[in-house]
Nanobody, 122 residues
């Protein structure tokens, strides 16, 4: 069982940066792949980034590659999403998720956080 709590969202101007954090509680964090998803108003939730349990492999949606960086600190049971060069189209609720592998997480995460709002103004 994992509980995930996101933080770090807010309002930022286009071109700015934010760092999201996802703090996990539970014994399986270190063996879980972690990821970030987002859902904009009127749109389906979409995969943004994923990281393997050891942090050695990362995956990104084409729309954020080169701008966003996912990382994790297993000692702190926290996963991060560094978002740079933000665009208005990045505005969404961002959700943290956990799964057995990144491949499985992309389609059927086992756990979700409650989400944090990111708003990018033009």
């Amino acid at each position: 069982q994992l509980q995930l709590v996101e933080s770090g969202g807010g309002l930022v101007q286009a071109g700015g940066s934010l760092r999201l954090s996802c703090a996990a509680s539970g014994r399986t964090f270190g063996s879980s792949a972690m990821g970030w998803f987002r859902q904009a108003p009127g749109k389906e939730r979409e995969f943004v980034a994923g990281i393997s349990w050891g942090g050695g492999s990362t995956y990104y949606a084409d729309s954020v590659g080169g701008r966003f960086t996912i990382s994790r600190d297993n000692a702190k049971q926290t996963v991060y999403l560094q978002m740079n060069s933000l665009k208005p189209e990045d505005t969404a609720v961002y959700y943290c998720a956990a799964g057995a592998t990144v491949v499985k997480l992309r389609t059927t995460p086992n756990y979700w956080g409650q989400g944090t709002q990111v708003t990018v103004s033009s």
